[in-house]
């Protein structure tokens, strides 16, 4: 039996917000344990030394997220599909099944960003599936309830089938409500998790016939795949045209051959601050407290701190989460209707919506520290071995000084090393680019001063990272680079 993983690593996380935002969604982030969702996944499967290498289906503008997602756990036969836009689940499973379809290789189709805590049981499943899969089945694995929820589909199981542990599907409920997932607990049924296993050319059959549609339009884009880093690009044009629909209402629904795995295996979405709290460990008055925060009189709340202190006295069952940037405050029980508060944000565009104060970059990250008229300050991190593109701004000159760490500044025909305690001027329209040429991330702090400060007033003239030039807006006269006080022979270095 051999079992290729196909990881989805697609979604936008908004129920997580603030710390899930909609460019750097939950999958990347620290939610669980020591690592990212994404990368424990990727940890968990390569215990399994049974399964081939991996292929993740992610979004383009994800791309740098994912290779250092599989660079950290240390994967070095991972594959990775990029979609141009996001198209559900359907559709990744679809291109995925066309691009990796082998004989006698199973597909385990299963999120990013789910935490399994029984690794041993999540095996045992799987093993169990493959018998109907093989037998060209589609086997969904549920999830035998703890509690009765409403942010999860339902399963309600049929009959035995031949196959151990196997049982026939005899019908989905979506999200019920409060009152309808208690009678649904009760009745014996199962939480959806949204991780299959089945045979991809079944997988193909089935949507020849569902949505023959689809499947030309994912060959299409398959055909029209393009390399980058050694990822599979999938071509935009037939991709965008692709039906926006979930693997289990386009396939589930609608197929013979689904048959559901039950199952106990310490599953969780991690998909809302509700279903963080249920599977964290937590304190004698029922709470999950992580960073610096004190609490007087508090029961059963979930209260996180990636920023600020927090102080929270006399209140029972809330969400409090803080960010350097944004703070939520809810009922725990109304974790589903973070969702909508974003929807609410993006409306009034506000930035902490879509991105944190600290934007990764492929090459590291950089963070804002202050802005007012005409200026701004950020922290900028280039990683060891790391550039930034060539590249000129037309509305703004930038002054970096270096703080920890060497770099290397190309600026016009002049190159030059500054070390630490010793900054640069970057001038308007001047063509310039940083490097960090050591061995430890290098920590810089740049001071932008010009009539617009935005980050679309960027023009890219080469880029190691293949990103395409941003728009050029109108040029302004060039200034001599200022390395330092100039001697005749060499410019020296100021001194910060």
């Known amino acids: 039996m051999k079992i290729r993983p196909v990881i989805l690593s697609g979604g936008s996380g908004t129920r997580l917000w603030p710390v899930s935002r909609r460019r750097h969604p939950k999958q990347f982030a620290e939610l669980y344990g020591q690592h990212s969702l994404l990368v424990a996944t990727l940890n968990m499967l390569d215990k399994f030394d049974t399964l ?24 070095d036969a991972a594959s990775v599909l990029l979609e141009p836009c996001g198209r559900n689940t359907a559709a990744a499973a679809l291109s995925a099944a066309l691009a990796e379809k082998e004989d006698g290789v199973l597909h385990l189709l299963l999120p990013s960003d789910h935490v399994i805590k029984d690794q041993s049981a999540f095996y045992a499943a799987i093993q169990c599936a493959a018998a109907a899969a093989k037998n060209q089945k589609i086997a969904l694995f549920g999830i035998k309830p703890d509690y009765p929820e409403t942010g999860y589909g339902y399963i309600q199981p049929g009959q035995a089938t031949k196959w151990a542990s ?46 023959p549609q689809q499947v030309d339009l994912c060959r299409e884009a398959l055909r029209c795949a393009s390399i980058d880093l050694g990822c599979r690009e999938l071509g935009g044009e037939a991709y965008t045209k692709l039906q926006d629909i979930s693997f289990d209402c386009l396939f589930m629904e609608n197929t013979k051959r689904g048959v559901v795995v039950p199952c ?34 508090v029961h059963n709340s979930y209260i996180r701190t990636d920023g600020p202190v927090v102080g929270v006295i006399g209140l029972d069952d809330i969400t409090v989460v803080a960010t350097v940037d944004a703070v939520l405050v809810a009922p725990r029980s109304r974790s589903q209707d973070v969702k909508k508060l974003v929807t609410l944000l ?36 280039v990683n060891p071995n790391q550039t930034l593109s060539l590249q000129m701004h037309h509305h703004r000159a930038e002054h970096w000084i270096v703080v920890v760490g060497t770099a290397l500044v190309e600026c016009d025909d002049r190159t030059k090393k500054i070390f630490e305690n010793e900054s640069v001027f970057i001038p308007k329209g001047s063509r310039h680019r940083l490097s960090n040429p050591g061995k430890v991330p290098l920590h810089l702090v740049e001071v932008q001063s010009g009539e617009y400060l935005g980050e679309d007033d960027i023009v890219r003239f080469s880029d190691k990272y293949g990103r395409a030039a941003r728009v050029e807006r109108a040029s302004v006269a060039r200034v001599e680079p200022v390395f330092a006080e100039a001697t005749a022979d060499e410019p020296e270095v100021k001194r910060a």
């Open 166 to 211: 196997v049982e026939t599907i005899q019908s989905f409920k979506e999200k019920p409500t409060l009152e309808i997932a208690k009678k649904l607990v009760d009745e014996g049924a199962l939480w959806n998790s949204g991780i299959f296993l089945y045979d991809p050319s079944a997988l193909i059959d089935d949507a020849e016939v569902i949505a």
């Open 264 to 297: 106990a295996m310490g599953w969780s979405d991690a998909g809302s601050w509700q279903s963080l709290w249920q599977i964290e460990p937590k304190d004698e008055d029922g709470n999950v407290i992580q960073g610096a925060a004190a609490t007087l009189d």
């Open 52 to 75: 081939l290498p991996f292929t993740v289906v992610a979004q383009n503008d994800h791309k740098f997220f994912v290779l250092d997602a599989i660079q950290q756990a240390h994967l």
């Open 346 to 381: 993006e409306k009034n565009k506000h930035a902490v919506a879509l991105d944190h104060r600290r934007v990764m970059r492929p090459w590291g990250f950089y963070e804002g520290v202050a802005k007012g008229d005409r200026f701004q300050v950020k922290h900028i991190v």
